[in-house]
């Protein structure tokens, strides 16, 4: 059967104490709502809907730039849950399915959870994610009649015996999806909060005399995010997770605990990650691999038997084949290093191309930037370039090729050549004693003022 996504987005956040919406806050190099996006797509839904209200055109552009076939509806007035689901009807009309209702700032719901409650739908109506919190607070607490949910009691409305009941409410529900958008409409304010509930729909399926069930999930999936303190909570328990699930994948971790991952970093088995290593979005290290310490990556990736680093960069479009050393104090940007390279010092090669064991001095710049457009760099197979050439783009160094240290090379270099592109030196015999002397002279008088 198909299943239909609906996240809820529109929360302003007000404690976040924030001019961005709640949802496009980062954890682990994207936003909220790019976690709950990718847990819901591990039902592989028909159709996904975002309610955004709070910053609804920023929301939209972030969810449209995630995945461009999505519909965005707004909720105008944040009047409660089941009025924000209700604004998803008109997108899912016609829709035949189930639908799950889902939170942006709710971003740890696992994979295995939500097919637990799509195949719970063939047994019940109406499914709710409930879990045991240490200290329930004040979550809805579910009510259980037997074996099936009798309803759910906000916690304002709540009494004490309700109160005491340890299993709680996560807002995650499934039900098929016109039976929602009907329960829905029958839905009322007559709460201590005077919103309209989404968990109201369970008292109101059992008044129909169908069933509601509860799939239950481990605490830390419902970490909901709604303060900055939430936020460093929510990326600390996403680094414990990732860390935990590297280490179980056969990746070596030196120092676990200083080492920081984005939401789609993929590292390969018996790659080693040395301490206080970085990863920004978009980064593959592929097996046997080795990223050294203080090293910060983001959109490269990095091929079997490469070393990163110490103190290395690696920006967008990094393309590092098989064998490629970078050293410490080294930035590459999209250029793609060729098996064996090597650029080991204090460099920066970037819109470049690095042929096969071609080696690249210290302090080596491509000067790929006029001011308004880029220019590429091409260094051939085996070339060797000199230490502090500056390689002025768009520019070609042939196969085999070198360039004296020092050099600024401004012209293509052929296949085999030696370029030098710099001034010719001339020592001037006794000048520089004269110099210091007058230097020091100037300097005494001043202090004597």
């Known amino acids: 059967m198909p299943t239909a996504l609906i996240i809820l987005a529109a929360g302003q956040g ?78 899912l009309d016609g829709f035949e399915g189930d639908a799950i209702v889902l939170y942006g700032d709710t971003p740890f719901i696992r994979p295995e959870t939500l097919a637990a409650m799509a195949e719970a739908r063939a047994r019940h109506a109406v499914v709710v994610l409930g879990f045991e919190p240490a200290e329930p607070g004040r979550y809805g607490r579910l009510v259980m009649a037997g074996d099936e949910l009798d309803r759910i009691v906000e916690y ?50 059992r008044a129909r005399g169908l069933s509601a069930g509860v799939v239950t999930c481990d605490e830390a999936e419902t970490l909901g995010v709604n303060s900055r303190a ?34 789609d970093t993929v590292v390969g088995r018996d790659a080693v990650i040395e301490p206080n290593v970085i990863f920004g979005p978009g980064v593959t290290v592929e097996s046997g691999a080795r990223i050294r310490a203080f090293s910060h990556l983001e959109g490269a990736h990095v091929s079997r038997g490469a070393v990163v680093g110490p103190y290395a960069r690696l920006r967008p ?39 096969e064991h071609a080696n690249i001095g210290a302090g080596t710049v491509t000067c790929n930037y006029d001011g308004v457009f880029k220019h590429r760099t091409e260094i051939g197979a085996r ?43 001339e020592n001037k015999p006794g000048l520089a004693t004269k110099l210091f002397e007058r230097l020091r002279a100037e300097k005494a008088r001043r202090k004597g003022e």
Do not use: W
Request: aromatic fraction near 4%.
């Open 156 to 205: 304002k409305d709540a009494s004490a015996a309700e109160r005491a009941i340890a299993l709680c409410n996560s807002g995650v529900i499934a039900a098929d999806a016109s039976l929602l958008f009907e329960l829905i409409a029958e839905v009322g304010n007559d709460n201590a909060a005077g919103e309209y509930y989404l968990t109201d729909i369970v008292a109101l399926a």
């Open 317 to 355: 479009g990094a393309e590092l084949a098989e064998d490629v050393r970078i050293g410490n104090f080294v930035e590459v940007k999209n250029a793609l290093v060729a098996e064996g390279a090597k650029i080991n010092h204090l460099s920066y090669v970037g819109d470049a191309t690095v042929g």
């Open 14 to 91: 007000t404690r976040m104490r924030s001019d961005r919406p709640k949802v496009l806050h980062e954890v682990a190099g994207a936003p909220l709502i790019a976690h709950a996006m990718a847990a819901g797509a591990a039902v592989e839904p028909a159709r996904t809907v975002i309610v955004a209200g709070h910053g609804a055109e920023a929301v939209q552009a972030a969810a449209l730039d995630l995945d461009p076939d999505v519909t965005v509806a707004v909720q105008p007035e944040q009047l409660g849950t089941a009025h924000a689901v209700a604004q998803a009807r008109a997108a």
């Open 230 to 263: 939430d936020l460093a909570a929510a990326e600390a328990a996403f680094q414990a997770r990732a860390r935990a699930e590297a280490m179980e994948n056969g990746v070596t971790l030196v120092a676990p605990e200083t080492v920081f991952f984005a939401y």
């Open 383 to 425: 070339a060797f370039i000199g230490s502090d050439t500056m390689l002025v783009a768009p520019v070609r160094v042939g196969a085999g090729a070198m360039t004296g240290s020092g050099s600024v090379i401004t012209g293509d270099v052929p296949d085999g050549a030696l370029a030098v592109g710099r001034a010719r030196q």
